[in-house]
Protein backbone atom coordinates (compact mmCIF):
# COMPACT_ATOMS: atom_id res chain seq x y z
CA UNK A 1 0.00 0.00 0.00
CA UNK A 2 1.46 3.61 -0.85
CA UNK A 3 2.13 5.49 1.82
CA UNK A 4 -0.05 7.96 3.00
CA UNK A 5 0.31 11.79 1.22
CA UNK A 6 1.77 13.86 4.25
CA UNK A 7 0.56 17.66 4.37
CA UNK A 8 2.91 20.10 2.84
CA UNK A 9 2.76 23.41 5.01
CA UNK A 10 4.39 26.60 4.66
CA UNK A 11 4.88 28.82 7.67
CA UNK A 12 4.60 32.48 7.56
CA UNK A 13 6.01 34.20 10.59
CA UNK A 14 7.04 38.33 12.03
CA UNK A 15 8.07 37.30 15.39
CA UNK A 16 9.18 35.20 18.13
CA UNK A 17 8.00 31.46 16.30
CA UNK A 18 6.64 29.71 19.85
CA UNK A 19 3.77 28.46 17.43
CA UNK A 20 6.25 27.62 14.76
CA UNK A 21 8.58 25.85 17.31
CA UNK A 22 5.06 23.98 18.18
CA UNK A 23 4.61 22.76 14.61
CA UNK A 24 8.16 22.06 14.11
CA UNK A 25 8.31 20.38 17.21
CA UNK A 26 5.52 17.95 16.59
CA UNK A 27 6.63 17.46 12.86
CA UNK A 28 9.17 15.23 14.09
CA UNK A 29 7.34 12.68 14.93
CA UNK A 30 6.79 11.83 11.50
CA UNK A 31 3.19 10.17 12.52
CA UNK A 32 1.72 13.66 12.53
CA UNK A 33 1.47 13.76 8.76
CA UNK A 34 2.96 17.08 8.13
CA UNK A 35 6.22 18.15 6.95
CA UNK A 36 6.83 21.71 7.12
CA UNK A 37 8.58 22.46 3.51
CA UNK A 38 9.84 26.44 4.30
CA UNK A 39 9.22 29.14 6.34
CA UNK A 40 8.23 32.81 5.11
CA UNK A 41 8.77 36.53 6.71
CA UNK A 42 8.13 40.16 6.22
CA UNK A 43 11.37 41.22 7.69
CA UNK A 44 14.80 39.97 8.87
CA UNK A 45 16.82 39.25 12.03
CA UNK A 46 13.96 37.63 13.95
CA UNK A 47 13.54 34.51 16.10
CA UNK A 48 10.87 32.56 13.80
CA UNK A 49 13.28 32.28 10.84
CA UNK A 50 16.37 31.40 13.21
CA UNK A 51 14.12 28.85 14.55
CA UNK A 52 13.77 27.31 11.18
CA UNK A 53 17.47 27.77 10.04
CA UNK A 54 18.33 25.66 13.42
CA UNK A 55 15.81 23.09 12.12
CA UNK A 56 17.12 23.14 8.10
CA UNK A 57 14.04 24.21 7.00
CA UNK A 58 14.29 26.65 4.25
CA UNK A 59 13.48 29.96 4.38
CA UNK A 60 12.28 33.41 2.45
CA UNK A 61 11.42 36.72 3.29
CA UNK A 62 9.74 39.21 1.09
CA UNK A 63 9.78 42.89 2.60
CA UNK A 64 6.99 45.26 2.00
CA UNK A 65 8.77 48.69 1.33
CA UNK A 66 10.77 46.68 -1.33
CA UNK A 67 8.09 46.98 -3.49
CA UNK A 68 6.18 49.67 -5.14
CA UNK A 69 2.63 48.73 -4.01
CA UNK A 70 0.70 46.32 -1.69
CA UNK A 71 0.01 44.32 -4.94
CA UNK A 72 3.25 44.07 -5.87
CA UNK A 73 4.72 42.94 -2.32
CA UNK A 74 1.61 40.38 -2.27
CA UNK A 75 2.47 38.88 -6.05
CA UNK A 76 6.01 38.17 -4.78
CA UNK A 77 4.73 36.75 -1.55
CA UNK A 78 2.93 34.50 -3.74
CA UNK A 79 5.50 33.43 -5.90
CA UNK A 80 7.74 32.48 -2.67
CA UNK A 81 4.96 30.42 -1.54
CA UNK A 82 4.45 28.71 -4.43
CA UNK A 83 8.11 27.79 -5.02
CA UNK A 84 7.50 25.46 -2.18
CA UNK A 85 4.33 23.92 -3.60
CA UNK A 86 2.52 23.58 -0.25
CA UNK A 87 -1.02 22.01 -0.24
CA UNK A 88 -1.43 24.79 3.25
CA UNK A 89 -0.15 27.83 4.29
CA UNK A 90 0.21 28.61 8.19
CA UNK A 91 0.09 32.30 9.00
CA UNK A 92 1.43 32.31 12.84
CA UNK A 93 1.82 35.36 14.30
CA UNK A 94 2.26 37.13 10.35
CA UNK A 95 1.43 40.84 11.51
CA UNK A 96 1.03 41.26 8.02
CA UNK A 97 -2.46 41.31 5.81
CA UNK A 98 -2.79 38.82 3.17
CA UNK A 99 -4.16 40.28 -0.31
CA UNK A 100 -5.55 38.61 -3.23
CA UNK A 101 -2.47 36.79 -4.98
CA UNK A 102 -1.65 34.98 -1.82
CA UNK A 103 -4.94 33.76 -0.76
CA UNK A 104 -5.71 33.31 -4.51
CA UNK A 105 -3.10 30.50 -5.14
CA UNK A 106 -3.43 28.86 -1.64
CA UNK A 107 -5.33 28.03 1.26
CA UNK A 108 -4.15 30.01 4.54
CA UNK A 109 -5.17 29.14 8.03
CA UNK A 110 -4.49 31.90 10.73
CA UNK A 111 -4.09 32.00 14.55
CA UNK A 112 -5.77 34.53 16.15
CA UNK A 113 -5.47 35.70 19.69
CA UNK A 114 -8.92 36.17 20.50
CA UNK A 115 -12.16 34.42 20.71
CA UNK A 116 -13.23 35.98 17.29
CA UNK A 117 -15.47 37.61 16.23
CA UNK A 118 -14.41 39.50 19.35
CA UNK A 119 -11.57 41.89 18.98
CA UNK A 120 -10.30 41.23 15.48
CA UNK A 121 -6.88 43.27 14.23
CA UNK A 122 -3.37 43.60 15.42
CA UNK A 123 -4.52 43.88 19.29
CA UNK A 124 -6.53 41.46 20.19
CA UNK A 125 -4.75 41.07 23.31
CA UNK A 126 -4.48 44.42 24.83
CA UNK A 127 -8.74 45.30 23.16
CA UNK A 128 -10.03 41.87 25.07
CA UNK A 129 -7.81 43.51 28.24
CA UNK A 130 -9.39 46.66 27.75
CA UNK A 131 -12.89 45.74 27.86
CA UNK A 132 -12.96 44.16 30.60
CA UNK A 133 -13.86 40.40 29.48
CA UNK A 134 -13.57 37.66 32.01
CA UNK A 135 -12.77 34.73 29.28
CA UNK A 136 -10.98 35.56 26.45
CA UNK A 137 -8.71 32.96 24.23
CA UNK A 138 -7.32 31.93 20.47
CA UNK A 139 -9.02 31.61 17.52
CA UNK A 140 -7.57 29.46 14.45
CA UNK A 141 -9.37 30.27 11.39
CA UNK A 142 -9.20 30.38 7.47
CA UNK A 143 -8.42 34.00 5.72
CA UNK A 144 -10.53 35.04 3.70
CA UNK A 145 -9.95 38.77 2.12
CA UNK A 146 -11.43 40.48 5.33
CA UNK A 147 -9.32 41.22 8.79
CA UNK A 148 -9.64 37.85 10.80
CA UNK A 149 -13.09 37.65 9.74
CA UNK A 150 -12.79 33.73 7.67
CA UNK A 151 -14.83 30.94 8.73
CA UNK A 152 -13.51 29.32 12.41
CA UNK A 153 -11.70 26.07 12.50
CA UNK A 154 -11.24 25.76 16.53
CA UNK A 155 -11.30 27.72 19.67
CA UNK A 156 -9.30 27.90 22.98
CA UNK A 157 -10.83 29.56 26.12
CA UNK A 158 -8.32 31.17 28.64
CA UNK A 159 -9.60 33.16 31.68
CA UNK A 160 -8.55 36.37 32.24
CA UNK A 161 -7.01 37.42 36.10
CA UNK A 162 -6.88 40.05 38.29
CA UNK A 163 -3.88 41.80 37.58
CA UNK A 164 -3.25 40.53 34.00
CA UNK A 165 -1.30 42.53 31.67
CA UNK A 166 -1.09 42.20 28.31
CA UNK A 167 1.75 40.27 28.22
CA UNK A 168 0.51 37.98 31.40
CA UNK A 169 -2.16 37.63 29.31
CA UNK A 170 -1.31 36.74 25.66
CA UNK A 171 1.51 34.30 27.30
CA UNK A 172 -0.82 32.12 28.40
CA UNK A 173 -3.26 32.73 25.24
CA UNK A 174 -0.13 31.28 23.63
CA UNK A 175 0.23 27.85 25.80
CA UNK A 176 -3.31 27.06 24.64
CA UNK A 177 -2.67 28.73 20.80
CA UNK A 178 0.48 26.40 20.07
CA UNK A 179 -2.05 23.59 21.50
CA UNK A 180 -4.74 24.79 19.52
CA UNK A 181 -2.78 24.85 16.60
CA UNK A 182 -0.55 21.24 16.48
CA UNK A 183 -4.59 19.85 16.59
CA UNK A 184 -5.75 21.69 13.80
CA UNK A 185 -3.27 20.67 11.97
CA UNK A 186 -3.30 17.00 12.91
CA UNK A 187 -6.67 17.02 12.07
CA UNK A 188 -6.05 18.45 8.58
CA UNK A 189 -2.96 15.91 8.25
CA UNK A 190 -5.12 13.39 8.83
CA UNK A 191 -8.22 14.44 6.86
CA UNK A 192 -7.11 15.51 3.73
CA UNK A 193 -3.84 14.90 3.54
CA UNK A 194 -1.92 16.46 0.39
CA UNK A 195 -4.26 18.05 -2.21
CA UNK A 196 -7.37 17.52 -0.24
C1 LIG B 1 0.39 34.87 18.51
O1 LIG B 1 -0.34 35.10 19.68
C2 LIG B 1 -0.39 35.20 17.28
O2 LIG B 1 -1.72 34.84 17.34
C3 LIG B 1 -0.24 36.69 17.28
O3 LIG B 1 1.11 36.91 17.58
C4 LIG B 1 1.56 35.84 18.40
C5 LIG B 1 2.76 35.23 17.72
O4 LIG B 1 3.52 34.50 18.61
N1 LIG B 1 -0.68 37.27 16.05
P1 LIG B 1 4.76 33.63 18.13
O5 LIG B 1 5.56 34.49 17.15
O6 LIG B 1 4.25 32.38 17.48
O7 LIG B 1 5.53 33.36 19.37
Excluded: Y
Excluded at 38 to 44: C, E, H, K
Excluded at 125 to 147: E, M, N, S
Amino acid sequence: MAPAARLRVVVLVSGSGTNLQALIDAASDPGFGVDIVAVGADRGRIEGLARAERHGIPTFIVRAPEFPTRAAWDTALAAAITAHAPDLVVSAGFMKILGPAVLGAHRVLNTHPALLPSFPGAHGVRDALAHGVKVTGCTCHWVDAGVDTGPIIDQRAVRVQDGDTEESLHERIKVQERAMLVEVLARLAATTGAGG
